[in-house]
Every structure is written in C-alpha cells, then in structure tokens.
C-alpha cells in the first residue's frame, strides 16, 4: 500500500504530544494559540468556531509549502463547509511588496468575499504579513487565521497582529496592526522544513528567553539540538514557550509603545545585515549576528559580564546559527541602521541585555560603540 501522502502524522512523537493553548487577551479582543501535531487536519472546526456564520474562506498559501499540507488545510475547512477559494503567493522578502499585496487582492475580490470571510495566512512570516495585510484592509478588514509552517513564523510573527511589505526604504515601512482571530500551529509540518529554515526560528527563541526568561535560557542550551533534530514532541513544547512569551509581551504593549520593543532585541542590527546583504542572509541569521553585536554593547555600557556574553554567543552556536565572520562593509550597516522605523526622533534606540533574561531600550549609546560591535562581527 502507498503510504497516502495528505494523511495525518502517525509517528508515536507527532501523536502523543499534547495540545498546548496560549490565550491572547487584548481590550475588546482575545484569541487562541493552538499548538499540537497533527493539527491541520482539524482547522477547519477551529476556524469555523470563530467565523460561525462564512460560508467561503481564502486561504493564501506560500509556494514553499507542500501540496500535501495544503490538501490537508483546504480538506479540512471543505468538510466544516467553507467554499475555499487558495491563492497562491511567491513568498520572499521581494515579493513581500506594494505591488504584490495588489495583485493578491484581484483573485481574492474576484472570490465576492464578504465582511465574514477568514483569510488564512498559510506559510512562513512573509505570507502571514502579506495575507494578514490583506486581511487589515480588503472590504476595510477581515477576520485572519495564522497557520504557520516555519519554525519562525510559529515563535513570532504569527503572534501578534503586525502585518505589512517592505519599501525601497526599509523593512515593514508601509502596514497595520491586524491581530488574527485565531492562530493555529502544526509541528507536525516542521519535519519538511529545510534545516535552515528551522535554525532561523531558532534565533527568535534564543531571544525571547535573552529578554523574559533566565530559566528558559538555561533550558534551551541545554536542548537546542533536539530541535536541530526535528523532535516534534520537543518542538511543540518549545513553541508553545516561545508564544507564550510573546502573548505576554504583546498583552502589556500591544500597539509597541513601551516594552514590546524587546522583541526587537538583535533586529536594528540585523535588519540592517538583511538589508545590506541583499537577503543573502536569512531573517534568523541576520537576527543571530545582530544579537551578538548587541551583546557586545550591553557588555560595553556595562550591563553585561562577559561569561554572559559568552553564553549568548555558544547558544546561538549551539542553535548553529552565526556570531561572527561578517563579511559586510561595517560603515554600509551602520548606515543602513539609521533608516531602521525603530528610529525615535532622530535616535538610534537600542535594546540591550542588562544580564541574561532582563532587556532595556537605550538611546543614548554612542556611534563609536555601534560602529565597534558592528565590527566585532567581521572577527
Ligand atoms: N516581531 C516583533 C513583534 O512582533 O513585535
């Protein structure tokens, strides 16, 4: 017998891992955060619990996912009695543009969706921000299920509500704040995902126990590898941590006044890498070098001792992800900061480590510090 390639997971590990809900709870709205291998074959009840009335669903669907998943998704949400209309996207930072999200809209109104369709962001972080800012603006908004496939996508940007496309100017320049009204994770679907892809994820895990959580930390050093190794129980635990963290994060602050800056720990630099790199790098390697360098500045403001500089360095190592080796022209990134949106009246704010576990926003840090740790990178 063929093995049928849509069927659910059957491993003893992808089915025995337990469901795990985190709660968002936000003034005059909150939403779950579904985490349990094997998911995807019941989303469409899921979804159906929070658009009880659509008779049609979209689902945009990032390119890298397997035809196997999508049937999946799509036979799920049929049988709970959703029209399915699937839009297929090139997901990448070039198309995560303008032009794109117009030309997402012509199959999606030509579908005569109404206020009460769910658009399903079905992929990695780009199609969740591109397909959650459709779902901000088509018909002036739209209720938006996250469902996504890649390790970075389930620890970060799936949570949250940012949605948007870059500009020629920077990253995310131009979107809303759209928080989904449910967000569902399948670990499951991390077994296709190509190593590098998981590694990416991993940096944003390193960073949100840098920011929240001494103990996590000290956890994740230890077991990182089981998820370099696609074990999907430890996976699930991981991500529900993970979301956990930035539930918490994003209830204190969710329109990122105050305190949701932490999550940009490593980002004003890494953003800059990506940038300048022309995306050679991936979004978690960019992040990994930039929280090496803004490890080193909160070492040399003070805040942080050196063993625990250390310590960042080899768990990001661990994660097998890069600290060092730059090859980037280091005034080129610095300047590429400057036109980073998390600039404050003119000043550059950086997120720093003040000990492992605890973050705060500086924007008095001098040049020459930045342009130092930017350059600690190219050792
Ligand atoms: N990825 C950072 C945030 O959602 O605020």
Same mark, same amino acid.
């Given at each position: 017998?063929?093995?049928?390639?849509?069927?659910?997971?059957?491993?003893?590990?992808?089915?025995?891992?337990?469901?795990?809900?985190?709660?968002?709870?936000?003034?005059?709205?909150?939403?779950?955060?579904?985490?349990?291998?094997?998911?995807?074959?019941?989303?469409?009840?899921?979804?159906?619990?929070?658009?009880?009335?659509?008779?049609?669903?979209?689902?945009?669907?990032?390119?890298?996912?397997?035809?196997?998943?999508?049937?999946?998704?799509?036979?799920?949400?049929?049988?709970?009695?959703?029209?399915?209309?699937?839009?297929?996207?090139?997901?990448?930072?070039?198309?995560?543009?303008?032009?794109?999200?117009?030309?997402?809209?012509?199959?999606?109104?030509?579908?005569?969706?109404?206020?009460?369709?769910?658009?399903?962001?079905?992929?990695?972080?780009?199609?969740?921000?591109?397909?959650?800012?459709?779902?901000?603006?088509?018909?002036?908004?739209?209720?938006?299920?996250?469902?996504?496939?890649?390790?970075?996508?389930?620890?970060?940007?799936?949570?949250?509500?940012?949605?948007?496309?870059?500009?020629?100017?920077?990253?995310?320049?131009?979107?809303?704040?759209?928080?989904?009204?449910?967000?569902?994770?399948?670990?499951?679907?991390?077994?296709?995902?190509?190593?590098?892809?998981?590694?990416?994820?991993?940096?944003?895990?390193?960073?949100?126990?840098?920011?929240? @959580?001494?103990? #996590?930390? *000290?956890?994740?050093?230890? +077991? $990182?590898?089981? &998820? /370099?190794?696609? !074990?999907?129980?430890?996976?699930?635990?991981?991500?529900?941590?993970?979301?956990?963290?930035?539930?918490?994060?994003?209830?204190?602050?969710?329109?990122?006044?105050?305190?949701?800056?932490?999550?940009?720990?490593?980002?004003?630099?890494?953003?800059?890498?990506?940038?300048?790199?022309?995306?050679?790098?991936?979004?978690?390697?960019?992040?990994?070098?930039?929280?090496?360098?803004?490890?080193?500045?909160?070492?040399?403001?003070?805040?942080?001792?050196?063993?625990?500089?250390?310590?960042?360095?080899?768990?990001?190592?661990?994660?097998?992800?890069?600290?060092?080796?730059?090859?980037?022209?280091?005034?080129?990134?610095?300047?590429?900061?400057?036109?980073?949106?998390?600039?404050?009246?003119?000043?550059?704010?950086?997120?720093?480590? @003040?000990?492992? #576990?605890? *973050?705060?926003?500086?924007? +008095? $840090?001098?040049? &020459? /510090?930045?342009? !130092?740790?930017?350059?600690?990178?190219?050792?």
């Amino acid at each position: 017998v063929t093995p049928d390639p849509a069927a659910p997971p059957t491993s003893a590990a992808a089915t025995t891992a337990a469901e795990r809900v985190v709660r968002l709870t936000l003034p005059g709205h909150a939403y779950d955060i579904v985490v349990r291998p094997g998911l995807l074959d019941d989303a469409g009840p899921r979804v159906r619990a929070v658009t009880p009335v659509a008779e049609k669903a979209v689902v945009v669907r990032d390119l890298n996912v397997p035809a196997a998943a999508l049937a999946r998704l799509t036979g799920s949400l049929s049988r709970a009695g959703f029209a399915v209309t699937v839009v297929d996207y090139e997901a990448g930072e070039e198309t995560k543009s303008w032009e794109w999200v117009g030309r997402l809209f012509d199959p999606i109104l030509r579908a005569r969706i109404d206020r009460r369709t769910p658009i399903l962001a079905f992929g990695g972080g780009v199609t969740g921000d591109v397909a959650g800012f459709v779902a901000a603006t088509a018909l002036r908004g739209l209720p938006f299920v996250q469902v996504p496939t890649t390790l970075l996508a389930m620890v970060d940007a799936s949570v949250g509500g940012k949605t948007g496309v870059n500009h020629a100017a920077g990253k995310n320049l131009i979107g809303a704040f759209h928080q989904p009204s449910l967000v569902l994770i399948d670990p499951g679907v991390l077994s296709t995902l190509p190593p590098r892809e998981l590694r990416s994820g991993l940096a944003e895990c390193v960073k949100h126990d840098l920011i929240r @959580d001494a103990a #996590g930390f *000290a956890r994740l050093e230890q +077991d $990182v590898g089981r &998820a /370099l190794a696609g !074990d999907v129980r430890y996976l699930t635990e991981l991500v529900a941590h993970n979301v956990a963290i930035k539930a918490r994060v994003v209830e204190a602050d969710p329109l990122e006044k105050g305190e949701r800056a932490h999550l940009n720990l490593g980002h004003t630099f890494g953003h800059a890498i990506e940038t300048v790199s022309n995306y050679d790098y991936s979004h978690g390697e960019a992040v990994a070098l930039g929280t090496a360098a803004a490890a080193k500045l909160s070492a040399d403001l003070g805040l942080l001792d050196e063993p625990s500089r250390q310590r960042v360095l080899a768990a990001l190592g661990k994660a097998e992800l890069p600290t060092a080796g730059l090859k980037l022209d280091v005034d080129a990134v610095v300047a590429a900061m400057a036109y980073d949106k998390k600039v404050a009246a003119g000043k550059l704010r950086f997120v720093l480590l @003040d000990g492992i #576990g605890k *973050a705060v926003v500086r924007d +008095d $840090v001098p040049a &020459a /510090l930045v342009r !130092d740790a930017v350059a600690s990178l190219r050792s």
